[in-house]
């Protein structure tokens, strides 16, 4: 069977913005993130201060799976693509369940600080 391609990824993508994040979202995502670039690679850096933390990335079948764990005073860096649909909280926290407060890897956001709580951040940037 062969590899995923970027575009093959796309359609996972945007379902897994519309179950998440709902019908408004997907169609600022759609507008966002230009229709050939969906699935492209990025790279990023999890930090956090007082606390644990953990970033985990939708797969296409919009099932979060655990990415890193970010010990506390400590930064990791991860992959991720374009599209991509993720949660960064408190390792305590655990797995995200419905409703929660996800967000999708987009150009808007490449290189600025996405600040969780006091403690963790986030930053990335397209490859």
């Given amino acids: 069977m062969p590899s995923p391609t970027p575009e093959s990824r796309a359609p996972f993508y945007r379902a897994c913005i519309a179950k998440t994040k709902g019908h408004d979202a997907l169609v600022f995502f759609q507008q966002d993130i230009p229709e050939r670039r969906w699935g492209e690679p990025l790279r990023g850096t999890a930090s956090t201060a007082s606390e644990a933390y953990v970033l985990w990335l939708f797969d296409a079948q919009c099932e979060p799976h655990r990415a890193i764990e970010v010990p506390p005073r ?42 969780f709580s006091d403690a963790g951040s986030i930053t990335y940037h397209l490859d």
Avoid at 76 to 103: I, M, N
């Fill in 74 to 115: 400590t930064s990791r860096t991860f992959k991720a693509q374009l599209g991509q649909v993720w949660y960064y909280a408190e390792a305590s926290a655990g797995r995200p369940a419905d409703g929660c407060a996800c967000r999708v890897f987009s150009p808007s956001n490449s290189g600025a600080e996405q600040r």
